[in-house]
T-cell receptor, first 116, second 115 residues
Framework: KQEVTQIPAALSVPEGENLVLNCSFT??????LQWFRQDPGKGLTSLLL?????REQTSGRLNASLDKSSGRSTLYIAASQPGDSATYLC???????????????FGKGTKLSVIP | DGGITQSPKYLFRKEGQNVTLSCEQN?????MYWYRQDPGQGLRLIYY???????QKGDIAEGYSVSREKKESFPLTVTSAQKNPTAFYLC??????????????FGPGTRLTVL
């Protein structure tokens, strides 16, 4: 059974710092990996999706990498801002129950605080 | 605007009652999902549906039921059989049948509290 781990569970950085969030998964037979942002009491916002054949994806100050063979992904946030404070979740997409459907398995998230 | 709506935002239930959470999407997505989120936990899949009139159990389906009579709607009923229903419930949707490219989009969630 797939397990997704995110380290650290919480991170506090001063404004302007570059930072890296880590995600690891136990089964490399994935189709893609998604990074999400969740603000307190809110739903999830999709940040980046990396296909299994890709190495990285970029959106603005965000860059996500994927090393499928080693079961690792990182989310790099450049020049952090207080508005980046949120919980960041990674999820891997894999075939579910061999039924031709594809489901997400989530990590528990990294809670990021950017201090002004 | 295209998106996913969930209602109500907050829901209170007495023990022994069934309650239904609404999820509607206008993204023309075939697949819809229900997740449960508990504090400090990752999201766990309750039920999913790849197509109208068909749905499958996820990892924690006991005590829940769903229906998929319309493409746009996927309501979740939390029954009295669910022993610990207090949680944050999230609905999602995606295109289906496209293999590796099926990004999931989420609604704003419903917080259910049992009194």
């Amino acid at each position: 059974k797939q397990e997704v781990t995110q380290i650290p569970a919480a991170l506090s950085v001063p404004e302007g710092e570059n930072l890296v969030l880590n995600c690891s998964f136990t089964d490399s037979a994935i189709y893609n990996l998604q990074w999400f942002r969740q603000d307190p009491g809110k739903g999830l916002t999709s940040l980046l999706l990396i296909q299994s054949s890709q190495r990285e994806q970029t959106s603005g100050r965000l860059n996500a990498s994927l090393d499928k063979s080693s079961g690792r992904s990182t989310l790099y946030i450049a020049a952090s801002q207080p508005g980046d404070s949120a919980t960041y979740l990674c999820a891997v997409n894999e075939e579910y129950s061999g039924a031709g459907s594809y489901q997400l398995t989530f990590g528990k998230g990294t809670k990021l605080s950017v201090i002004p | 605007d295209g998106g996913i709506t969930q209602s109500p935002k907050y829901l209170f239930r007495k023990e022994g009652q069934n309650v239904t959470l609404s999820c509607e999407q206008n993204l023309n997505h075939d697949a819809m999902y229900w997740y449960r989120q508990d504090p400090g936990q990752g999201l766990r899949l309750i039920y999913y549906s790849q197509i109208v009139n068909d749905f499958q159990k996820g990892d924690i389906a006991e005590g829940y039921s769903v229906s998929r009579e319309k493409k746009e709607s996927f309501p979740l009923t939390v029954t009295s059989a669910q022993k610990n229903p207090t949680a944050f419930y999230l609905c999602a949707s995606s295109m289906a049948g496209l293999g590796s490219y099926n990004e999931q989009f989420f609604g704003p969630g419903t917080r259910l509290t049992v009194l």
